[in-house]
């Protein structure tokens, strides 16, 4: 059973949200949570295996609370989920070097929220890679801060997980990295999992900002 917790000001939203995924038979909800100070406290208490978190709240915005419980080290296991609507795209790579996972809009249907909810948890693939890799091509600078790796890091990755970093910031899945490399779906996931053990990295969310702010892939590249 997978355990979410949602995060809105909107009550309407946190309600139908909260109602669509505790309609699913392989998810619970375990709270719901107004604004992003209360999320960090309910997922301390709670620790849920996804948050769904919104980006604009008051006292604590979903950025600074998404960082917070990603820097907690009984949530390593935790995943945040960003609900976001287009006009807010700007806070998304934000929210994605905070921890954040992946991303789905408000807009979506019963069926995709669900879906994400599963994606993120199962942490095998970006949400949507085309759109992540849009948003970073926009908004991430090469040579910008990570603030947990150095480029020294980098220097621990043998060729092969150097080439599967760059597939994964490219947006491939691991199956679809497997076809590349003419591997097996195993062996690209073992891949994907040192590379992120060497980089210290959350998730294949943070794989890609890294892979843009160290320079190893740019802007249309």
């Known amino acids: 059973m997978i355990t979410?917790?949602?995060?809105?000001?909107?009550?309407?939203?946190?309600?139908?949200?909260?109602?669509?995924?505790?309609s699913e038979?392989?998810?619970?909800?375990?709270?719901?949570?107004?604004?992003?100070?209360?999320?960090?406290?309910?997922?301390?208490?709670?620790?849920?295996?996804?948050?769904?978190?919104?980006?604009?709240?008051?006292?604590l915005d979903g950025i600074a609370a998404t960082a917070q419980i990603c820097a907690d080290v009984d949530l390593v296991t935790t995943r945040v989920l960003i609900l976001t609507t287009f006009e807010e795209d700007e806070y998304l790579v934000q929210?994605?070097?905070?921890?954040?996972?992946?991303?789905?809009?408000?807009?979506?249907?019963?069926?995709?929220?669900?879906?994400?909810?599963?994606?993120v948890h199962a942490g095998d693939a970006l949400l949507s890679p085309t759109a992540t890799r849009s948003l970073i091509t926009r908004y991430v600078r090469p040579g910008a801060p990570v603030g947990v790796q150095t480029p020294e890091a980098f220097e621990h990755l043998t060729e092969r997980e150097r080439e599967v970093l760059l597939l994964v910031a490219r947006g491939l899945s691991n199956s679809e990295i497997a076809g590349h490399l003419t591997i097996s779906p195993h062996t690209a996931k073992t891949h994907v999992n040192r590379v992120m053990t060497k980089l210290r990295a959350h998730d294949r969310a943070q794989l890609v900002i890294l892979a843009y702010e160290n320079g190893l892939l740019t802007p249309g590249g």
């Open 4 to 22: 979410v917790m949602v995060v809105d000001d909107q009550s309407l939203i946190r309600t139908a949200v909260g109602e669509i995924l505790a």
């Open 25 to 59: 038979g392989d998810i619970s909800v375990v709270g719901e949570a107004r604004d992003g100070a209360e999320a960090v406290v309910m997922a301390a208490s709670h620790r849920p295996d996804v948050v769904v978190m919104d980006i604009r709240m008051p006292v």
């Open 95 to 119: 929210a994605l070097q905070a921890g954040a996972s992946g991303f789905i809009g408000k807009g979506s249907e019963p069926e995709e929220i669900a879906r994400a909810v599963r994606a």
